[in-house]
Structure formats: C-alpha cells, structure tokens
C-alpha cells in the first residue's frame, strides 16, 4: 500500500478556511500542513489575558474582624458540650491527657473573658492521667477570676482529684454515688543509671508537689498528706467532706442554681445511719420485726 501524502492543493482543499487566498507552498511545511502564518486572523483563537480579566484575577481575601467572646459564643449551639458552655457548664469526662487539657482550658478561659462575675461549674467524671496535663488545667482554675464551682460524679480519682479540690472553696461538690481517690503520683524509669536517677529525682518532686496542694486546700498536714496517699485511698463523698476535698453532698432533693451556688449544700439523708442499718432504709415503711 503507498503512503498516503497531500499536495498544497490537497490540503488548501481540505482545510479551505485555514488557508488564505493568497496562499502558497512557501505557508505550507515540510508535510504539507498550513503554518500559523497561513490562518485567518477571523479563525484563530484569542485567549483571555488575565491583566485584562476581571473574573481571572485573584481576589485579595477579604479581612475579618477578630473574634470576641461575644460572637465565639454564638457559634456554641452547634453540639451538646457548646450548649453546656453557653450554660457555663464545663464537663471533664475522659482521661486527662494533652488534648482533653487544651479543651477544658479554652472553655474556662473563654467563659472567664465573657462574664468574670458569674461562676463556671466544672463538671468531673475522670479517672485521672497525666499530671502535667492535669496541673495545667489546676493552674488555669486557679487564674480565672471567675469562681470555679467543681462537681464531681461517678469517679475522681487519682489527678482528677486535685481539679475537684482545687474548685472556690464552699462550691465544692460531689454526687451521691461517687467515688473520690488519692494517691501518690505513679511514674517509672529505664535506662543508664543516671537517667534513672534524674527520673527519680523528678518523680520526688511531683510527689512533693502534689501533697503540697492536697494540704494547701484540704488545711492538712504534709506528713498527714504523704501518709494517706502512700497507698490508693477511695472515699465517699461524705469522706470527701470530712478530709477537706469537697464542702458538701448535692442530693436528689437540691439541685445546683443557676445563680453562685451556696456555700455548702448538705445532704438529706443521714448517710452514716444508711451505713449502720441499710435494710432500714432501703425498707422505710416496712415494721422492723417484719425486715427479714
């Protein structure tokens, strides 16, 4: 089969409009196509110039203006936890680590720069984690001007218990059924020698620490202190009361205002009878002789 090739007249005929009547084999090239000098200045085609294009030109982005408290809370209606802040209700619910402490400590904050006259409660259901972390969130408690009222349910153990100590004294408190632990700070070491020293050195002074905060708040003693936390020790909320963590039980019957809370919220059931004699009160309306 011969090579199909196409004269000047072959490809004038083919593509007559990108040919121009004066054409001749010089607009052709070495293949028999018209060169771009050959092309009607009507068919070519013309691109936007971006200097000239006033949709094709970036757009400078446009400046807001810096956000206040005010319109930060605004956008607070978007979940359950933006709602709880717009109610000044802050909850601790999961281990304390870095992330965990941020979130508390930008919630107190915001809520500090939007009202300092009115109390922040800070709900706390935590098992503890890490101590820096937790001393960060306990130095932020501290700084606030506004009154920290902490709550405690479920468990506040371990590090937890140093945010729920660390509340405004006389709005400190703790639902009926929890569970509030202490203990010396755990760490541990591995390595050359002297790094284990180092690591120990540094665990005596977070030890040291944390019983230096317990007896700030708690007015105990710092043999007392180191005492009672050499080993986990758990307590109920009247426990709580009387070793100085808490001031006072919340009970079914007393719920918190949302004016500053009280300073101390007593309970109205007599939980050291309940301890004596639980039958009797599981039973109230039962005669004694018929308890089984």
């Not at 665990?203 to 080993?231: A, P």
């Amino acid at each position: 089969m011969e090579a199909l090739s196409f004269s000047s007249a072959t490809a004038a005929a083919v593509s007559p409009r990108l040919c121009s009547e004066s054409s001749s084999v010089k607009g052709l090239n070495n293949k028999g196509y018209p060169t771009l000098s050959l092309l009607n200045s009507s068919t070519r085609i013309h691109f936007p110039s971006l200097k000239s294009s006033n949709t094709l030109a970036p757009q400078p982005l446009s400046s807001s203006a810096p956000q206040t408290p005010a319109t930060a809370m605004k956008g607070a209606e978007a979940d359950a936890m933006g709602l709880l802040l717009k109610e000044r209700i802050v909850f601790l619910g999961n281990s304390i680590d870095d992330f965990v402490a941020d979130a508390t400590i930008s919630q107190l904050l915001l809520l500090d720069a939007q009202d300092p006259t009115k109390d922040i409660r800070l709900f706390i259901n935590c098992p503890g984690g890490s101590l820096s972390a937790t001393m960060a969130i306990y130095d932020v408690v501290q700084l606030v001007r506004a009154d920290v009222s902490t709550v405690a349910l479920g468990i506040s153990a371990s590090t937890a218990s140093i945010i729920l100590g660390g509340g405004t004294k006389g709005k400190r408190f703790a639902m009926p059924n929890t569970r509030i632990m202490i203990h010396q700070p755990l760490g541990g070491a591995s390595g050359q020698a002297i790094d284990v020293e180092i690591q120990a050195r540094e665990i005596m002074h977070n030890k040291n620490n944390f019983v230096r905060i317990i007896s700030g708040f708690t007015s105990r003693t710092v043999e007392q202190v180191k005492k009672d936390i050499d080993r986990d020790r758990y307590m109920s909320p009247i426990e709580a009361v009387e070793y100085g963590i808490i001031d006072g039980v919340i009970d079914r019957d007393s719920i918190i205002p949302l004016a500053p809370v009280p300073e101390r919220v007593k309970p109205t059931l007599n939980y050291e009878e309940m301890r004596k004699d639980p039958m009797k009160f599981l039973t109230p309306d039962v005669p004694d002789d018929e308890i089984c």
